[in-house]
């Protein structure tokens, strides 16, 4: 009889933590920096290194409560119907600088995330 495996998998408890602290980072965030610009550069950042670090997390195995908490955080964080809502909700040119810099933020953050998981099983 094969002995059992345990699979590694996110807590989900650990996840709706995350979320909440996530979605608050978010929120303090707007409060701190409420211009249109401000909003777009701490988007564009916010976006970038959670992707980066849900991404590394993701690569290298959610193995415990703290990794499930970190995931929770970044996806609260980089909630991406707040980027579609002041994608609209702003002037032309800075609805444009939205909608192409939040996502090549988002895909440079998985691209660095994926580069760190190879780097670090080496």
Do not use: E
Request: glycine letters at 10%; proline letters at 6%.
């Amino acid at each position: 009889m094969p002995g059992r495996h345990r699979r590694s998998q996110a807590q989900p408890w650990a996840l709706v933590v995350g979320g909440a602290l996530g979605a608050l980072i978010r929120f303090a965030l707007a409060q701190a920096w409420p211009q249109p610009k401000q909003l777009l550069i701490s988007t564009t950042v916010t976006v970038g290194l959670a992707f980066l670090v849900a991404t590394y997390l993701m690569a290298v195995g959610v193995t415990s409560a703290l990794h499930s908490v970190a995931v929770g955080v970044c996806t609260g964080a980089a909630s991406l119907s707040a980027y579609a809502v002041l994608t609209v909700s702003q002037p032309p040119k800075l609805s444009i600088a939205f909608l192409t810099l939040t996502p090549t933020a988002a895909i440079g953050g998985l691209l660095c995330g994926l580069v760190a998981a190879r780097v670090v099983a080496r």
